[in-house]
């Protein structure tokens, strides 16, 4: 038959039902079931078992971790994965996107369909026949019908086995999406680890400085005293001693702000109580392992193991998806149904005789034209398709600029490296000669000075170096995706 539904939209619409028992149905189910045992048993059943699932109670949020240890980068790791807020803000949503995916399969899936109804009216308004027959009546004031049925598309235009790939691609995205969230998150972790260290290692070199000018200073006025010195060798040693102070508190704040950083990336909650020092100290070590990868190796391993490139592609594969879903608008929709039904009798007013029987079907359905909104879909999912191409193209791209430049930064700051091994143990040897040489009176407070600030300056640089060889470490092995948990170097 030709239906119109809505302006500027004809359906054609067949259905083929069965009659068994006297009784023809095409939908409707009751409330309320008078005089029919085995439909409302049915029924009960249904509603008890729909009422009774309850989705298993959400894990509450652990308590926050504490730590009464030292704790090394893997352990630093292990609670960041567990309770870092991206990383939780991601995992939500996965759990979201397994929502979506169960509603993309459903079509794929028989559904359960249980309906019914009741309706009364005024007696004046039943139509009833111009000629009484005695003991026959024809229309009730009071009337009701049910229905439980099984419904299963057999055929969509493409639609059922495109929904079930796209639930796939869908997963594997959010996978994809969550990888990327957990390496960002790594990355961060162990750069505020390395800050951290930097910063403890800062405060040793900036004491060890301190001790060496406060010692220097202490023989100085002792030299005064015996008078073979002048004052302003004095001055000269507490203006040097002055000078370093400032450098040590500051080493002092960075280390203070460096573990609140951490403690907030891994979600420590700091007690209030704590006071601007957090009760927390790491085991770990400024890192310098080798890491053993040329530029084509690492570019390679870039665009095949980094999860934002793999997420666009399964989203590119999921709006292709989501291109013949939109072609299948144009198609008919075939669908079988069976089940079983019960209805008050329209020739007589008592609600307890009724007419029920099983009955089974297939409906088609095609939207012959709906006004061109098929076909205004299918130009939008079309130009997503595309949209998602230049998007993997420009993000590859942005991937290779990104493995270069790490690669680059890792080159420099190993070079670095190499070149303060030896400059500790001169400086050292430097100090050392002129404190001698100052004491026999062959050298000059002056050279001793500048010796301590060599020194000092030596230990700075190499700590510094070993930060930066290894952040950039940690940053070279995120851009080529191999800092996520479970991927080699």
Not at 342 to 352: G, K, N, T, V, Y
Request: glycine share 8%; hydrophobic share 40%.
């Amino acid at each position: 038959m030709i239906a119109t539904t809505g302006f500027g939209v004809v359906r054609w619409t067949g259905i083929l039902a069965l009659k068994m028992n006297n009784v023809f149905f095409l939908g409707g189910v009751p409330a309320k079931w008078p005089g029919m045992p085995a439909i409302r048993r049915i029924s009960m059943l249904l509603l008890c078992g729909l009422c009774c699932t309850t989705s298993p109670l959400g894990a509450s949020d652990a308590p926050p971790p504490q730590i009464n240890h030292p704790l090394s980068l893997a352990e630093v790791l292990d609670l960041a994965i567990l309770n870092n807020p991206e990383i939780q803000k991601s995992r939500k949503d996965l759990e979201a996107t397994e929502g979506v995916v169960l509603q993309t399969r459903a079509i794929a899936w028989p559904k359960l369909q249980v309906t019914g109804n009741y309706a009364a009216k005024e007696p004046s308004a039943v139509d009833k026949p111009g000629i009484l027959i005695p003991g026959f009546t024809f229309g009730t004031d009071q009337s009701w019908q049910s229905q439980v049925r099984v419904v299963q598309s057999i055929y969509e235009g493409g639609r059922v086995l495109s929904g079930v790939r796209a639930a796939k691609l869908m997963r594997e995205r959010s996978a994809l999406t969550h990888q990327t969230v957990l390496a960002k998150a790594v990355l961060d972790v162990e750069l505020a680890y390395d800050s951290v260290l930097l910063a403890d290692q800062q405060i040793r070199v900036q004491e060890a400085a301190v001790m060496l000018l406060e010692r220097e200073l202490l023989n100085t006025r002792q030299r005064l005293e015996a008078g073979t010195v002048p004052r302003f060798n004095v001055l000269r040693a507490e203006v040097e001693l002055a000078n370093a102070r400032p450098r040590l508190i500051k080493a002092r704040n960075s280390l203070r702000t460096s573990k609140n950083n951490l403690a907030n990336l891994i979600g420590i909650k700091v007690p209030h109580t704590s006071g601007d020092d957090i009760p927390l100290s790491l085991s770990g070590t400024l890192s310098t392992e080798p890491l053993s990868l040329d530029l084509p190796s690492a570019l390679d391993q870039a665009l095949a193991c980094r999860p934002e490139l793999g997420a666009l592609q399964k989203a590119g594969a999921l709006l292709k998806e989501n291109l013949k879903s939109a072609r299948a608008g144009s198609r008919p929709s075939l669908q079988a149904f069976g089940g079983y039904g019960a209805q008050s009798s329209i020739f007589s007013p008592d609600l307890d005789r009724e007419a029920h029987g099983w009955m089974a079907g297939v409906q088609l359905t095609w939207d012959v034209f709906d006004g061109w909104r098929t076909k205004g879909r299918v130009a939008e999912a079309a130009a997503n398709a595309g949209r998602n191409d230049v998007e993997q193209e420009t993000t590859a791209r942005q991937i290779e600029l990104e493995v270069r430049i790490a690669y680059s930064n890792f080159g420099e700051a190993r070079e670095v490296l190499e070149s303060q091994k030896k400059v500790i143990e001169a400086g050292e040897e430097a100090v050392r000669l002129a404190t001698a040489r100052n004491e026999a009176g062959t050298g000059t407070q002056l050279d001793l000075l500048g010796a301590q600030t060599a020194l000092t300056e030596a230990r700075t640089t190499q700590i510094q170096a070993m930060h930066d060889y290894a952040a950039a470490r940690a940053r070279l092995r995120r851009a080529v995706g191999a800092n996520i948990p479970g991927t080699q170097p």
